[in-house]
């Protein structure tokens, strides 16, 4: 498994049979080995694409479970579109960490066969994280995430202390010389920013302005303004984080704030 990011791929490997790429590559056909979605709003989530196209048994029963549908309007459109398939959006910080302890843990074909075997039991959203957490614990299937975790949360202080704050009209901005990833949501529920500017989790050379879309006030920040006075890498589609080609220690806060701000 290599982990690289969307602007990474290839046309080659777009076009070669004997890659598979999930998530990344802008292109949906199972011939190709290619399970992405972001290209069209239409798709359901890279998950739902492989499992639909896996032989798998019971899978009409796996796909209609409230943990699959769950997972994929929260990755198409955040947590908060829960309730558009009928799935309460409540969630804390304990099933935070408990979704990243499993998503951060070392691949396992028994974490998969596990994760279809919580999704037949057609559980609750959050009650289908709590089981899978405590049948992979119990098979110590978890220890990198936890590892991975705590050195994170100790980093995330760190960091954290270096950000600085910057108040508008419209709201508090962060800004960070390093990622916070994967904390922005525990950055954004702690400090209440309307955005955070910080360097790109993945490439060095890029800057990412993530939006807090926890909050309403945000709801009307267009993002892709950005595009207009920097270099375009990246937007998702549902406009929460745009990428940008400038380093993190060249880019103009005044500026940003400037253009996305602006009315």
Same mark, same amino acid.
């Given at each position: 498994?290599?982990?690289?990011?969307? #602007?990474?791929?290839? #046309?080659?490997?777009?076009?070669?049979?004997?890659?598979?790429?999930?998530?990344?590559?802008?292109? @949906?056909?199972?011939?190709?080995?290619?399970? !992405?979605?972001?290209? !069209?709003?239409?798709?359901?989530?890279?998950?739902?694409?492989?499992?639909?196209?896996?032989?798998?048994?019971?899978?009409?029963?796996?796909?209609?479970? /409230?943990?699959?549908?769950? %997972?994929?309007?929260?990755?198409?459109?955040?947590?908060?579109?829960?309730?558009?398939?009928?799935?309460?959006?409540?969630?804390?910080?304990?099933?935070?960490?408990?979704?990243?302890?499993?998503?951060?843990?070392?691949?396992? /074909?028994?974490?998969?066969?596990?994760?279809? *075997?919580?999704?037949?039991?057609?559980?609750? @959203? #959050?009650?289908?994280?709590?089981?899978? @957490?405590?049948?992979? !614990?119990?098979?110590?299937?978890?220890?990198?995430?936890?590892? %991975?975790?705590?050195?994170?949360?100790?980093?995330?202080? *760190?960091?954290?202390?270096?950000?600085?704050? $910057?108040?508008?009209?419209?709201?508090?901005?962060?800004?960070?010389?390093?990622?916070?990833?994967?904390?922005?949501?525990? $950055?954004?529920?702690?400090?209440?920013?309307?955005?955070?500017?910080?360097?790109?989790?993945?490439?060095?050379?890029?800057?990412?302005?993530?939006?807090?879309? #926890?909050? /309403?006030?945000?709801?009307?920040?267009?993002?892709?303004?950005?595009?207009?006075? @920097? /270099?375009?890498?990246?937007?998702?589609?549902?406009?929460?984080?745009?990428?940008? !080609?400038?380093? %993190?220690?060249?880019?103009?806060?005044?500026?940003?704030?400037?253009?996305?701000?602006?009315?």
């Amino acid at each position: 498994i290599e982990l690289k990011a969307p #602007q990474e791929i290839s #046309q080659d490997e777009i076009n070669d049979p004997h890659i598979l790429l999930v998530d990344v590559g802008g292109n @949906y056909n199972p011939e190709l080995l290619n399970f !992405d979605h972001h290209q !069209d709003l239409n798709l359901p989530c890279s998950l739902v694409l492989v499992l639909n196209w896996l032989p798998i048994e019971d899978k009409e029963s796996i796909l209609n479970s /409230p943990f699959l549908k769950g %997972i994929d309007i929260t990755d198409k459109k955040g947590p908060k579109a829960l309730p558009e398939v009928g799935i309460s959006p409540d969630w804390n910080d304990e099933l935070d960490k408990m979704k990243k302890t499993i998503l951060l843990s070392e691949p396992h /074909p028994e974490i998969g066969k596990t994760f279809l *075997e919580v999704c037949k039991m057609n559980l609750s @959203y #959050q009650d289908s994280w709590k089981v899978l @957490y405590q049948k992979l !614990d119990e098979k110590n299937l978890l220890e990198q995430g936890k590892e %991975i975790i705590e050195k994170e949360e100790k980093l995330y202080q *760190e960091k954290k202390d270096k950000v600085i704050f $910057f108040n508008t009209e419209k709201g508090k901005v962060a800004f960070s010389p390093e990622t916070l990833a994967p904390h922005h949501h525990k $950055f954004f529920k702690e400090t209440g920013v309307i955005f955070l500017i910080e360097k790109n989790s993945m490439k060095e050379n890029h800057t990412s302005i993530i939006k807090n879309t #926890q909050i /309403p006030e945000t709801k009307d920040i267009d993002l892709s303004k950005v595009f207009s006075i @920097y /270099p375009k890498i990246f937007i998702h589609q549902s406009g929460f984080i745009a990428v940008i !080609d400038t380093e %993190i220690n060249k880019v103009s806060v005044d500026k940003i704030l400037e253009i996305l701000l602006s009315e």
